[in-house]
């Protein structure tokens, strides 16, 4: 049998441990509804907070104001709902039934209900100022074109002292949003995941499972394959609530997904598979230097901050800031890249070739984890009581 057959051997057993237990399937199934739901919420709530736009019901005498009442809306970016009524009482009856909200009796004429919009009364008195100017012009013996001069603005020449420096560009919102729920999502997947590898391997320490499966196994085959099954679960469980995404935003075809949107998953799949290999390696190894499941927590407290530098880094820092040097630092950082890149690439930063090399960076940084980890996960796993990570790496130089 060769080398790496005990591996596949060990990842498989991983997998349908876990695919048995009731945990692992209802952590699926939230992940999902989860993708769903945000799908639904997102096509959802912008209404339960848009506000509607002002319905005005033009009685007969202000019909005559229409057109630049539009144009009044145009110009101060607003939008309006106009209805013609072919009396004053019909209008009022429908202000009073609550059909509108503010009835145009005359040009110079206004009537709301109870209380007045202050923006229907300037798209009103604009809209009137507008429609008088012919007139007003003609009584002061100027032409249309000569009265639009005098009123209007002059050109006022604007100038920065302190211009943005390159990569403090504005980001779209659509990107921000994309490049802060990537960054969150990607820590808790991190940790989540991570929990899994650390606990486990306790447990099996712990309970001495893993002495009777050393008798069979060498230390590092049964750590990738425990590591790569707990991998495997995880792509399985993170491919399930994509697809779930992908139908929802599919189905529901009216939600304006920012440009970035699909670059922005495919980079946070991708360094989520790179993330979790660096980081499993690193809580198994830890894992195996300790003796019970409440030592966890203090155990692995060195690796939440890499961690946590990046997801505030990926989170508050670098959206604003894609293009600066330490946003630059914290992308191309093997420990802090797989938070922070996909947040560059969200933000419009991040050239191919710095990806290439943050990759190609985490991959190499991988190797070595996975050869320190292995000779840690040697010295330590069959050493009872917690043991120095200093301590285990010799140790497993001994038992190699």
């Known amino acids: 049998m060769g080398p790496l ?12 441990a876990r695919l048995r237990t009731k945990a692992y399937r209802l952590s699926t199934l939230a992940l999902v509804a989860l993708a769903v739901g945000g799908v639904a919420a997102v096509r959802v709530l ?32 607003e939008e309006i709902v106009l209805s013609e009524f072919t009396s004053v009482q019909a209008a009022q009856a429908a202000l009073a039934a609550g059909d509108l909200d503010a009835v145009l009796v005359s040009p110079d004429s206004l009537l709301f209900q109870e209380e007045a919009d202050p923006t229907v009364q300037a798209l009103v008195g604009q809209a009137a100022y507008l429609a008088t100017l012919p007139e007003r012009a003609a009584a002061v013996g100027i032409t249309l074109e000569e009265a639009r001069a005098l009123i209007a603005p002059p050109t006022v020449e604007t100038s920065l002292v302190s211009p943005p420096e390159a990569g403090d560009e504005a980001v779209d919102d659509g990107d921000r949003a994309i490049a802060a729920l990537t960054t969150i999502l990607l820590l808790m997947a991190l940790t989540f995941y991570g929990q899994w590898v650390l606990i ?3 447990e099996e320490k712990s309970t001495r499972v893993v002495e009777v499966l050393l008798a069979t196994l060498a230390p590092w085959q049964l750590l990738v394959g425990k590591v790569l099954g707990i991998l495997l679960l995880a792509v399985a469980q993170i491919a399930a609530s994509v697809t779930a995404l992908v139908v929802g935003l599919l189905v529901v075809q009216d939600i304006e997904i920012p440009a970035l949107a699909a670059t922005s998953v495919a980079m ?5 598979v790179l993330g979790l290999l660096l980081y499993n390696f690193l ?27 990046g997801y505030l880094g990926g989170l508050i820092f670098i959206p604003d800031h894609p293009d600066a040097p330490a946003s630059r630092v914290l992308s191309l950082f093997p420990f ?22 943050a990759m190609a960076l985490t991959v190499v940084t991988i190797g070595l984890v996975i050869w320190a980890g292995s000779r840690i996960y040697t010295g330590a796993i ?19």
């Open 382 to 400: 069959l050493r009872t009581g917690k043991v120095g990570l200093l301590a285990a790496f010799r140790g497993g130089r001994e038992v190699g």
């Open 283 to 309: 809580y198994a190894a830890i894992g195996s230097t300790v003796n019970r499941p409440d030592e966890a927590s203090s155990a692995s407290f060195p690796l939440m901050v890499p961690l946590m530098a």
């Open 200 to 202: 486990g391997v306790i």
């Open 5 to 16: 057959k005990p591996v596949w051997l060990v990842a498989r057993r991983e997998v349908i």
């Open 336 to 357: 802090t890249a797989p938070l922070t890149m996909p947040s560059r690439i969200a933000s419009g930063g991040g050239s191919a070739i710095e990806v290439a090399i």
């Open 46 to 77: 912008p209404s339960f907070f848009e506000d509607e736009p002002p319905r005005i019901g033009l009685a007969p005498t202000a019909a005559v104001i229409r057109e630049s009442l539009q144009q009044a809306a145009t110009a101060f970016g």
């Open 268 to 272: 946070g799949v991708t360094w989520l």
